[in-house]
Protein backbone atom coordinates (compact mmCIF):
# COMPACT_ATOMS: atom_id res chain seq x y z
CA UNK A 1 0.00 0.00 0.00
CA UNK A 2 1.45 3.22 -0.34
CA UNK A 3 1.28 6.30 1.55
CA UNK A 4 0.97 9.33 0.17
CA UNK A 5 1.38 13.07 2.08
CA UNK A 6 -1.46 15.20 2.32
CA UNK A 7 -1.82 18.64 4.09
CA UNK A 8 -1.23 19.27 7.50
CA UNK A 9 -3.93 18.22 9.65
CA UNK A 10 -5.38 15.25 7.64
CA UNK A 11 -2.54 12.73 8.51
CA UNK A 12 -1.52 10.29 5.56
CA UNK A 13 -3.94 8.78 3.45
CA UNK A 14 -3.39 5.15 1.57
CA UNK A 15 -3.57 5.44 -1.81
CA UNK A 16 -4.53 2.77 -4.41
CA UNK A 17 -2.55 -0.08 -4.94
CA UNK A 18 -2.64 0.41 -8.41
CA UNK A 19 -2.85 4.28 -9.19
CA UNK A 20 -3.43 3.61 -13.12
CA UNK A 21 -7.13 2.46 -12.71
CA UNK A 22 -9.13 3.49 -9.99
CA UNK A 23 -12.68 1.41 -9.16
CA UNK A 24 -15.15 2.93 -6.95
CA UNK A 25 -18.76 2.61 -5.94
CA UNK A 26 -20.73 4.46 -8.58
CA UNK A 27 -21.24 8.32 -7.35
CA UNK A 28 -24.19 10.59 -7.29
CA UNK A 29 -24.46 13.91 -8.13
CA UNK A 30 -26.19 15.67 -5.75
CA UNK A 31 -26.98 19.04 -7.47
CA UNK A 32 -27.74 18.94 -11.14
CA UNK A 33 -29.30 20.89 -13.79
CA UNK A 34 -30.81 18.91 -16.50
CA UNK A 35 -32.93 21.59 -18.53
CA UNK A 36 -36.05 20.34 -20.45
CA UNK A 37 -37.01 19.31 -23.99
CA UNK A 38 -34.29 18.83 -26.27
CA UNK A 39 -31.72 20.33 -23.98
CA UNK A 40 -32.74 17.83 -21.61
CA UNK A 41 -32.24 15.23 -24.34
CA UNK A 42 -29.12 16.38 -24.82
CA UNK A 43 -27.42 15.80 -21.95
CA UNK A 44 -28.70 13.65 -19.38
CA UNK A 45 -27.02 10.49 -20.83
CA UNK A 46 -23.87 11.95 -19.55
CA UNK A 47 -25.09 12.32 -16.26
CA UNK A 48 -26.67 8.87 -16.68
CA UNK A 49 -23.37 7.22 -17.82
CA UNK A 50 -21.66 8.05 -14.49
CA UNK A 51 -24.44 8.34 -11.91
CA UNK A 52 -26.09 6.38 -9.93
CA UNK A 53 -29.09 9.14 -8.90
CA UNK A 54 -28.27 13.23 -8.97
CA UNK A 55 -30.81 15.68 -7.18
CA UNK A 56 -32.25 17.46 -9.94
CA UNK A 57 -32.38 21.43 -9.85
CA UNK A 58 -36.32 22.84 -10.04
CA UNK A 59 -35.72 26.31 -12.14
CA UNK A 60 -37.28 26.12 -15.26
CA UNK A 61 -39.63 28.13 -16.69
CA UNK A 62 -41.99 27.73 -15.12
CA UNK A 63 -40.24 26.50 -12.14
CA UNK A 64 -41.32 22.78 -10.32
CA UNK A 65 -43.24 24.01 -7.57
CA UNK A 66 -45.40 21.55 -6.94
CA UNK A 67 -45.26 18.09 -6.63
CA UNK A 68 -47.39 17.37 -9.72
CA UNK A 69 -45.27 19.38 -11.66
CA UNK A 70 -41.74 17.33 -10.07
CA UNK A 71 -43.63 14.44 -11.30
CA UNK A 72 -44.20 15.28 -15.21
CA UNK A 73 -40.64 16.87 -14.89
CA UNK A 74 -39.30 13.53 -13.47
CA UNK A 75 -41.49 11.30 -16.25
CA UNK A 76 -39.90 13.53 -19.00
CA UNK A 77 -36.51 12.73 -17.55
CA UNK A 78 -37.36 8.94 -17.49
CA UNK A 79 -38.39 8.81 -20.85
CA UNK A 80 -35.07 11.15 -22.22
CA UNK A 81 -32.69 8.41 -20.51
CA UNK A 82 -30.93 5.77 -23.57
CA UNK A 83 -32.47 2.39 -22.98
CA UNK A 84 -31.33 0.66 -20.01
CA UNK A 85 -29.92 3.34 -18.12
CA UNK A 86 -30.53 2.59 -14.42
CA UNK A 87 -30.31 6.30 -13.37
CA UNK A 88 -32.63 8.14 -10.87
CA UNK A 89 -34.09 11.32 -10.83
CA UNK A 90 -33.62 13.05 -7.37
CA UNK A 91 -36.74 15.54 -7.63
CA UNK A 92 -36.96 18.88 -6.17
CA UNK A 93 -39.26 21.55 -5.66
CA UNK A 94 -38.16 25.28 -6.03
CA UNK A 95 -39.14 27.36 -2.47
CA UNK A 96 -41.33 30.35 -3.63
CA UNK A 97 -43.26 33.26 -1.05
CA UNK A 98 -46.40 31.17 -1.76
CA UNK A 99 -45.17 27.80 -1.41
CA UNK A 100 -47.50 26.13 0.85
CA UNK A 101 -46.59 23.40 4.07
CA UNK A 102 -49.23 21.67 2.53
CA UNK A 103 -46.86 20.55 -0.43
CA UNK A 104 -44.39 19.87 1.93
CA UNK A 105 -46.50 16.83 3.32
CA UNK A 106 -46.76 15.82 -0.52
CA UNK A 107 -43.07 15.67 -1.22
CA UNK A 108 -42.66 14.11 1.87
CA UNK A 109 -45.58 11.10 0.58
CA UNK A 110 -44.40 11.38 -2.81
CA UNK A 111 -41.39 8.73 -2.39
CA UNK A 112 -39.15 10.96 -5.35
CA UNK A 113 -39.26 14.64 -4.02
CA UNK A 114 -35.60 14.26 -1.60
CA UNK A 115 -35.75 18.01 -0.65
CA UNK A 116 -36.78 22.12 -1.32
CA UNK A 117 -34.64 24.66 -3.49
CA UNK A 118 -34.27 28.03 -1.97
CA UNK A 119 -33.43 30.35 -5.00
CA UNK A 120 -33.02 33.90 -3.85
CA UNK A 121 -35.14 36.08 -5.84
CA UNK A 122 -32.89 37.42 -9.03
CA UNK A 123 -29.41 35.72 -7.23
CA UNK A 124 -28.88 33.25 -10.58
CA UNK A 125 -30.87 31.50 -13.97
CA UNK A 126 -34.67 31.77 -13.81
CA UNK A 127 -34.60 32.94 -10.20
CA UNK A 128 -36.88 35.33 -10.31
CA UNK A 129 -39.87 33.35 -9.21
CA UNK A 130 -37.55 32.70 -6.14
CA UNK A 131 -37.83 34.02 -2.30
CA UNK A 132 -38.06 37.38 -1.77
CA UNK A 133 -37.70 37.06 2.08
CA UNK A 134 -36.69 33.79 4.01
CA UNK A 135 -38.98 35.20 6.76
CA UNK A 136 -42.12 34.27 4.37
CA UNK A 137 -41.39 31.22 4.52
CA UNK A 138 -41.08 30.32 8.50
CA UNK A 139 -44.56 27.82 7.38
CA UNK A 140 -43.01 25.66 5.47
CA UNK A 141 -39.73 25.72 6.96
CA UNK A 142 -41.49 24.38 10.18
CA UNK A 143 -43.07 21.83 8.54
CA UNK A 144 -39.61 20.66 6.50
CA UNK A 145 -37.97 20.82 9.97
CA UNK A 146 -40.91 18.44 11.45
CA UNK A 147 -41.41 15.98 8.29
CA UNK A 148 -37.21 16.13 7.85
CA UNK A 149 -37.73 17.27 4.15
CA UNK A 150 -34.19 18.68 3.21
CA UNK A 151 -33.46 22.65 2.66
CA UNK A 152 -31.00 23.20 -0.55
CA UNK A 153 -29.83 26.59 -0.12
CA UNK A 154 -28.58 28.73 -2.87
CA UNK A 155 -26.66 30.51 -0.67
CA UNK A 156 -26.14 34.01 -1.59
CA UNK A 157 -26.99 37.41 -0.31
CA UNK A 158 -28.63 39.44 -3.19
CA UNK A 159 -29.46 42.86 -1.89
CA UNK A 160 -28.03 45.90 -4.48
CA UNK A 161 -25.17 46.89 -2.54
CA UNK A 162 -23.50 43.32 -1.71
CA UNK A 163 -20.27 43.09 -3.44
CA UNK A 164 -20.85 39.87 -5.93
CA UNK A 165 -17.52 38.41 -4.35
CA UNK A 166 -18.87 38.81 -0.68
CA UNK A 167 -22.52 37.16 -1.45
CA UNK A 168 -22.03 33.60 0.13
CA UNK A 169 -20.14 35.14 3.30
CA UNK A 170 -23.07 37.99 3.43
CA UNK A 171 -25.56 35.05 3.55
CA UNK A 172 -24.30 33.37 5.58
CA UNK A 173 -23.76 35.86 8.76
CA UNK A 174 -27.00 38.18 7.76
CA UNK A 175 -29.50 34.55 6.95
CA UNK A 176 -27.99 31.04 7.33
CA UNK A 177 -26.60 31.65 10.89
CA UNK A 178 -30.12 32.55 11.93
CA UNK A 179 -31.50 30.13 10.00
CA UNK A 180 -29.98 27.15 11.32
CA UNK A 181 -30.92 28.65 15.13
CA UNK A 182 -34.26 28.95 14.07
CA UNK A 183 -34.77 25.37 12.96
CA UNK A 184 -32.44 23.65 15.17
CA UNK A 185 -33.72 19.87 13.06
CA UNK A 186 -34.12 21.39 10.01
CA UNK A 187 -31.49 19.77 7.55
CA UNK A 188 -29.74 21.70 5.51
CA UNK A 189 -27.20 21.35 2.36
CA UNK A 190 -24.93 24.95 1.24
CA UNK A 191 -25.23 23.96 -2.24
CA UNK A 192 -21.86 24.92 -4.48
CA UNK A 193 -19.68 26.13 -1.15
CA UNK A 194 -17.11 28.77 -2.69
CA UNK A 195 -15.71 29.97 0.19
CA UNK A 196 -13.28 29.66 3.00
CA UNK A 197 -16.06 31.17 4.99
CA UNK A 198 -18.60 28.51 3.83
CA UNK A 199 -16.51 25.87 4.48
CA UNK A 200 -15.60 27.02 8.05
CA UNK A 201 -19.47 27.83 8.75
CA UNK A 202 -20.33 23.99 7.64
CA UNK A 203 -17.42 22.54 9.46
CA UNK A 204 -19.24 24.83 12.72
CA UNK A 205 -22.41 23.08 12.66
CA UNK A 206 -23.40 19.47 13.82
CA UNK A 207 -23.77 17.24 11.00
CA UNK A 208 -27.37 18.06 9.78
CA UNK A 209 -25.55 20.99 7.91
CA UNK A 210 -23.61 19.48 4.88
CA UNK A 211 -22.39 21.16 1.45
CA UNK A 212 -21.60 20.37 -2.06
CA UNK A 213 -18.87 21.25 -4.10
CA UNK A 214 -18.30 21.72 -7.50
CA UNK A 215 -15.85 20.47 -9.98
CA UNK A 216 -14.80 23.91 -11.39
CA UNK A 217 -14.86 25.65 -7.33
CA UNK A 218 -11.95 22.80 -7.01
CA UNK A 219 -9.90 23.19 -9.92
CA UNK A 220 -10.08 26.82 -10.70
CA UNK A 221 -9.73 29.76 -8.83
CA UNK A 222 -11.33 33.73 -10.16
CA UNK A 223 -7.83 33.88 -12.13
CA UNK A 224 -9.32 31.41 -14.64
CA UNK A 225 -11.95 33.52 -15.82
CA UNK A 226 -9.52 36.37 -16.68
CA UNK A 227 -6.64 34.48 -18.34
CA UNK A 228 -5.60 36.38 -21.55
CA UNK A 229 -9.48 37.86 -21.86
CA UNK A 230 -12.77 37.44 -19.96
CA UNK A 231 -13.92 33.84 -20.47
CA UNK A 232 -17.61 33.37 -21.11
CA UNK A 233 -17.37 30.17 -19.90
CA UNK A 234 -16.21 29.79 -16.95
CA UNK A 235 -18.65 32.28 -15.81
CA UNK A 236 -20.99 30.80 -13.10
CA UNK A 237 -22.92 31.53 -10.20
CA UNK A 238 -21.40 31.21 -7.28
CA UNK A 239 -18.48 33.22 -8.84
CA UNK A 240 -15.22 31.45 -8.50
CA UNK A 241 -13.00 32.56 -6.15
CA UNK A 242 -9.68 33.36 -4.33
CA UNK A 243 -6.67 30.60 -4.62
CA UNK A 244 -7.30 31.06 -0.21
CA UNK A 245 -11.15 30.05 -0.95
CA UNK A 246 -10.66 27.28 -3.38
CA UNK A 247 -7.42 25.14 -1.18
CA UNK A 248 -10.26 25.52 1.58
CA UNK A 249 -12.67 23.60 -0.74
CA UNK A 250 -9.92 21.33 -1.58
CA UNK A 251 -9.20 20.69 2.45
CA UNK A 252 -13.01 20.24 2.73
CA UNK A 253 -13.64 17.93 -0.06
CA UNK A 254 -10.59 15.65 0.32
CA UNK A 255 -10.43 15.25 4.13
CA UNK A 256 -12.65 12.67 4.55
CA UNK A 257 -15.45 15.15 6.06
CA UNK A 258 -19.01 13.59 5.71
CA UNK A 259 -20.27 16.73 5.47
CA UNK A 260 -19.06 17.18 1.94
CA UNK A 261 -20.26 15.91 -0.54
CA UNK A 262 -19.96 15.94 -4.64
CA UNK A 263 -22.18 18.50 -6.24
CA UNK A 264 -21.72 19.35 -9.85
CA UNK A 265 -23.98 22.21 -10.78
CA UNK A 266 -23.86 21.39 -14.69
CA UNK A 267 -25.53 24.19 -15.92
CA UNK A 268 -25.66 23.97 -19.89
CA UNK A 269 -26.68 26.99 -21.50
CA UNK A 270 -26.26 26.92 -25.73
CA UNK A 271 -22.84 28.55 -26.38
CA UNK A 272 -24.61 32.00 -28.07
CA UNK A 273 -26.10 32.58 -24.55
CA UNK A 274 -22.83 32.44 -23.24
CA UNK A 275 -20.59 33.88 -25.59
CA UNK A 276 -22.63 37.20 -25.12
CA UNK A 277 -22.51 41.08 -24.47
CA UNK A 278 -24.78 39.81 -21.26
CA UNK A 279 -24.01 35.95 -20.77
CA UNK A 280 -25.75 33.72 -18.89
CA UNK A 281 -24.48 31.99 -15.89
CA UNK A 282 -23.48 28.30 -15.45
CA UNK A 283 -20.27 25.53 -16.51
CA UNK A 284 -21.29 22.16 -18.43
CA UNK A 285 -19.47 19.77 -16.44
CA UNK A 286 -21.50 16.56 -16.65
CA UNK A 287 -19.62 15.04 -19.40
CA UNK A 288 -16.81 14.18 -17.63
CA UNK A 289 -17.55 14.94 -14.01
CA UNK A 290 -16.23 12.34 -12.26
CA UNK A 291 -13.05 12.77 -14.23
CA UNK A 292 -12.88 16.79 -13.06
CA UNK A 293 -13.33 15.66 -9.55
CA UNK A 294 -10.49 12.76 -10.04
CA UNK A 295 -8.02 15.42 -11.57
CA UNK A 296 -9.07 17.53 -8.59
CA UNK A 297 -8.07 14.55 -5.83
CA UNK A 298 -5.07 13.66 -7.83
CA UNK A 299 -3.69 17.06 -7.17
CA UNK A 300 -4.25 17.22 -3.98
CA UNK A 301 -2.64 13.37 -2.92
CA UNK A 302 -5.78 12.20 -2.09
CA UNK A 303 -7.02 10.05 -4.56
CA UNK A 304 -8.11 7.57 -2.12
CA UNK A 305 -11.28 10.02 -0.31
CA UNK A 306 -12.48 10.43 -3.56
CA UNK A 307 -15.16 7.24 -3.21
CA UNK A 308 -16.21 9.02 0.26
CA UNK A 309 -16.79 12.19 -1.26
CA UNK A 310 -18.28 11.12 -4.59
CA UNK A 311 -20.03 8.00 -3.63
CA UNK A 312 -21.04 7.88 0.36
CA UNK A 313 -21.28 11.20 2.02
CA UNK A 314 -24.26 12.26 -0.29
CA UNK A 315 -26.10 9.10 -0.19
CA UNK A 316 -25.65 8.83 3.94
CA UNK A 317 -26.60 12.61 4.41
CA UNK A 318 -29.99 12.42 2.45
CA UNK A 319 -30.82 8.75 3.91
CA UNK A 320 -30.60 6.60 1.03
CA UNK A 321 -28.36 3.31 0.76
CA UNK A 322 -24.99 3.70 -1.13
CA UNK A 323 -24.98 2.47 -4.85
CA UNK A 324 -24.33 -1.20 -5.59
CA UNK A 325 -22.86 -0.82 -8.92
CA UNK A 326 -19.44 0.07 -9.63
CA UNK A 327 -17.01 2.51 -11.82
CA UNK A 328 -13.99 2.14 -13.40
CA UNK A 329 -11.54 5.26 -14.23
CA UNK A 330 -8.51 4.73 -16.48
CA UNK A 331 -5.66 6.93 -15.96
CA UNK A 332 -5.39 7.81 -19.72
CA UNK A 333 -4.89 10.99 -21.02
CA UNK A 334 -7.71 12.44 -23.23
CA UNK A 335 -9.15 15.85 -24.67
CA UNK A 336 -12.37 17.04 -24.04
CA UNK A 337 -14.38 17.69 -27.16
CA UNK A 338 -14.87 21.47 -27.78
CA UNK A 339 -18.41 21.08 -28.64
CA UNK A 340 -21.19 18.85 -28.01
CA UNK A 341 -24.49 19.09 -29.75
CA UNK A 342 -27.36 20.88 -28.05
CA UNK A 343 -30.47 20.39 -29.65
CA UNK A 344 -30.44 22.79 -32.24
CA UNK A 345 -27.80 24.35 -30.83
CA UNK A 346 -24.07 23.87 -29.58
CA UNK A 347 -22.74 23.31 -25.90
CA UNK A 348 -18.78 24.68 -25.08
CA UNK A 349 -18.12 21.64 -22.13
CA UNK A 350 -15.93 22.72 -19.29
CA UNK A 351 -12.16 22.09 -20.07
CA UNK A 352 -13.23 22.28 -23.87
CA UNK A 353 -10.50 21.18 -26.26
CA UNK A 354 -8.06 20.69 -22.90
CA UNK A 355 -6.51 17.20 -21.68
CA UNK A 356 -8.00 15.21 -18.62
CA UNK A 357 -5.91 12.82 -17.10
CA UNK A 358 -8.79 10.09 -15.88
CA UNK A 359 -11.21 8.56 -18.18
CA UNK A 360 -14.22 6.18 -17.56
CA UNK A 361 -14.15 3.03 -18.75
CA UNK A 362 -15.76 2.00 -21.54
CA UNK A 363 -16.62 -0.84 -19.77
CA UNK A 364 -19.17 1.24 -17.44
CA UNK A 365 -20.44 2.64 -20.43
CA UNK A 366 -18.22 5.28 -20.65
CA UNK A 367 -17.89 6.60 -24.51
O1 LIG B 1 -24.11 29.21 -12.64
C1 LIG B 1 -25.25 28.83 -12.35
N1 LIG B 1 -26.08 28.33 -13.27
N2 LIG B 1 -25.65 28.93 -11.08
C2 LIG B 1 -26.91 28.66 -10.72
O2 LIG B 1 -27.23 28.79 -9.56
C3 LIG B 1 -27.92 28.28 -11.74
C4 LIG B 1 -27.29 27.69 -12.90
C5 LIG B 1 -28.22 27.57 -14.10
O3 LIG B 1 -29.33 27.09 -13.92
O4 LIG B 1 -27.80 27.90 -15.21
ZN1 LIG C 1 -27.25 25.00 -9.51
Request: proline fraction near 6%; aromatic fraction near 8%.
Amino acid sequence: MILAAVPAGQGCIPLPSQTNTLTITRPDDWHLHLRDGEALAAVVKFSARQFGRAVVMPNLKPAVTTVESARRYRDRILGALPAGAGFEPLMTLYLTDDTEPAEVDRAKASGFVCGVKYYPAGATTHSDAGVTSLARCHSVLARMEELDVVLQLHGEATGAGVDPYDREAVFIENELARLVKRYPKLRIVLEHVTTAAGVEFVRAQDDRVAATITPQHLLLNRGAMFEGGLRPHLYCLPLLKRERDREALVAAATGGDTRFFLGTDSAPHPRDGKESACGCAGIFSAHAAIELYAQAFEQAGALARLEGFASHHGADFYGLPRNKGKVTLLHESWSVPKRYPFGSADLVPFFAGEKLSWKQAPADGGA
